[in-house]
Each structure stands twice: as structure tokens, then as C-alpha cells.
């Protein structure tokens, strides 16, 4: 006896085929477009390579953007915690020197301070989790206050100055090369292949789309929703440390300014790469095609010299345009 394969589940499925991958067919419109525009200036090897290399840092926060996100959470602090894991990192990681009395009797490896900005993230992030957690404080309210109280830490650890005079084995995070391929874009490689793991393949990953898809039914089911508050909010401090040592590295100082507005960027690289904020939807992949479309932008703007100005109205109507498609889809 045999059976036949009904005609609807041999039909492909191409409603289902775009509105999963038409977020690459948008990248590669973009390339094409920008290409075209530039005089191929955009499609040069350096310039596709410094892309990247920009977009590291954006494309390491959003995804633990996306882990937030997809629990139905938001996190607004990214950018101050960079800021505070920035200066700690640079402050132990300087080169004692005539003018820099306050670190002549410590020289410590670079490693040191490296760490210490990944432990300071991780750290404020823990908090962020630990008010939503334990205090059951909407996940806006929590980083929007942490978002004002670490900008201020940094400032007030770094006295309102860049700490400069930075050890050469720190500044290689963010200016080294390993053969043709820059240290950042190495990083940002290895933290996307082990937060799709993460996402995909871990009993965390299961409950976080499980705890985003329908609160109440997670709870029934036996899941932990205060550790998993917990381990997103903790992830995604730990994540803006390592952009913040990133981008301190990138520039030889650690700016208490660094990150500002980044949080913007990384939640838009989440959302345009399919990340709801209705909870429960979202893919890694999706959100560093996402990030790779804000660089893309960005560095085309610059380079058909459009004013910056003008450059923060595209990047706003490409947050809203995302959220219209996004609530349009789940409808």
C-alpha cells in the first residue's frame, strides 16, 4: 500500500520562504543600491572590511538585545554600561607614565583589565535583572534608571576625562589583526556562533522563547522566570562590557561618553532582523544581518555625504518603519 504526499504539503511554501529570509534580500538590495550610488567606492575590500569592523560592537549588543527582546523585555542601559566597563577596563590597563602619577606603581597585564570590564557589565546587568526579578519592575523602568546611574558612574570614576596611555596588548581587542581578518570581527564571529547555540540548542534558549511566546503558561510549565530575568539581564551587561572593551580598545581611550545612544542601534539591528516585541520570535542570524544593514547605512551615508543630521532621521524612520512591518506580520 502507498501513500501520496498531499499536494499542499508538497507546495512550497513561498509566502512562508520571504517573510523569513527577506531581510537578506533587503541587505543585498542595500549593497546593490549604495553600490551604485558610490561608484563602486563601497564595494572596495577596505571599506567592506571597516564596515564590519564597525558594526562589532553594535552587532555584539544586539545580541543580547535579541535575548531581551524576545522575552518580551527591553534593556536601555547598554550604552552607559559600555561606558563604565570602558573606563574601569582602560583605568587598569594604562601605561604609568610622568603625567599619570595615579597608575606609576601599577602595571598590570592587559588581561586584567579586559576581564574587569567584561566582570563590571556583568555585574550592572545582574542589578537590571535583579530589580526586574526581585522587584518586579517593568524592564523599562529598571534600565532606564541604570541607563542615567551608570552613565553617571563612569563619569564619576574617570573624573569627566578620557584615560588615555593605553597598554599596546589591550588596544589589539580593538586594532589587532589575526592574518587578513580584524580581532573585532573575529570576536563578534565566535559571540554570535555561541549565542545561536545558546538560543537554539540549550535547555535557557528553550525557556527564554517559551517565557516571551506566553508568560503565564511558562510559569505553569515549571520554569523559572526570575533566573531567566536573571541570566538575560546578566548576558547582556556582560555582552555591552566586552563592546565597551572593544571600542575602548578601537580608540586607545576610555571615554566616559563611549555608547551613547548605542542601545538605539542595537534595538533596531534586533527588530529589522525579525526580533518581535511582542515576544517569543527572534534569530541571531537575523539580528547580524540586521546590525550589517545599520552599518551598511551608516557608512554609505558617510560616504555619499549626507549630513549626520540628517543621518539620525533615516536611522528614526527605519526604527519605525521595522516596528510597522513587525506588528503587521504577528497580525
Given at each position: ?118 566582570a563590571v557589565g556583568a555585574l550592572l546587568g545582574l542589578v537590571n535583572g535583579s530589580l526586574v526579578a526581585g522587584f518586579h519592575i517593568a524592564p ?145 542570524w537575523g539580528t547580524i544581518v540586521g546590525a550589517l544593514i545599520i552599518g551598511i547605512i551608516n557608512n554609505g551615508l558617510d560616504l555619499l555625504n ?26
Amino acid at each position: 500500500m502507498t501513500t501520496e504526499t498531499p499536494v499542499a504539503a508538497r507546495a512550497f511554501d513561498l509566502a512562508g520562504f520571504i517573510k523569513k529570509y527577506a531581510i537578506i534580500g533587503i541587505l543585498l538590495l542595500f549593497i546593490v543600491l549604495l553600490a551604485a550610488l558610490t561608484a563602486g567606492k563601497f564595494l572596495q575590500a577596505q571599506n567592506l572590511i571597516n564596515v564590519i569592523r564597525q558594526v562589532s560592537a553594535i552587532g555584539i549588543i544586539a545580541i543580547g538585545m535579541t535575548f531581551v527582546i524576545i522575552a518580551r523585555g527591553i534593556d536601555l542601559s547598554v550604552g552607559s554600561i559600555l561606558a563604565v566597563a570602558a573606563v574601569v577596563g582602560s583605568s587598569l590597563a594604562q601605561l604609568p607614565t610622568a603625567s599619570n602619577k595615579m597608575y606609576a606603581g601599577l602595571q598590570l597585564p592587559a588581561i586584567v583589565g579586559i576581564l574587569a570590564g567584561l566582570a563590571v557589565g556583568a555585574l550592572l546587568g545582574l542589578v537590571n535583572g535583579s530589580l526586574v526579578a526581585g522587584f518586579h519592575i517593568a524592564p523599562f523602568i529598571a534600565t532606564l534608571g541604570m541607563m542615567t546611574a551608570a552613565r553617571g558612574m563612569a563619569l564619576i570614576y574617570s573624573g569627566g576625562r578620557p584615560l588615555s596611555t593605553l597598554d599596546p596588548a589591550y588596544n589589539w581587542v580593538g586594532q589587532g589583526d589575526l592574518g587578513p581578518i580584524p580581532v573585532p570581527i573575529i570576536i563578534f564571529a565566535l559571540v554570535a556562533i555561541l549565542a545561536h547555540l545558546m538560543l537554539t540548542r540549550t535547555r535557557f534558549g528553550r525557556h527564554v522563547f517559551a517565557y516571551g511566546g506566553n508568560e503565564q503558561a511558562a510559569r505553569v510549565s515549571g520554569i523559572n522566570v526570575s533566573r531567566i530575568n536573571l541570566g538575560i539581564f546578566t548576558l547582556t551587561g556582560l555582552l555591552a562590557g566586552l563592546a565597551g572593551v572593544m571600542l575602548s580598545a578601537r580608540i586607545g581611550s576610555g571615554n566616559p561618553q563611549l555608547g551613547t545612544g548605542i542601545e538605539l542601534d542595537a534595538i533596531t539591528a534586533a527588530v529589522i532582523g525579525g526580533t518581535s516585541f511582542s515576544g517569543g520570535i527572534g534569530t541571531i542570524w537575523g539580528t547580524i544581518v540586521g546590525a550589517l544593514i545599520i552599518g551598511i547605512i551608516n557608512n554609505g551615508l558617510d560616504l555619499l555625504n549626507v549630513s549626520p543630521f540628517m543621518q539620525q532621521v533615516v536611522k528614526g524612520a527605519i526604527i519605525v518603519i521595522a516596528i510597522i512591518i513587525d506588528e503587521r506580520k504577528n497580525r
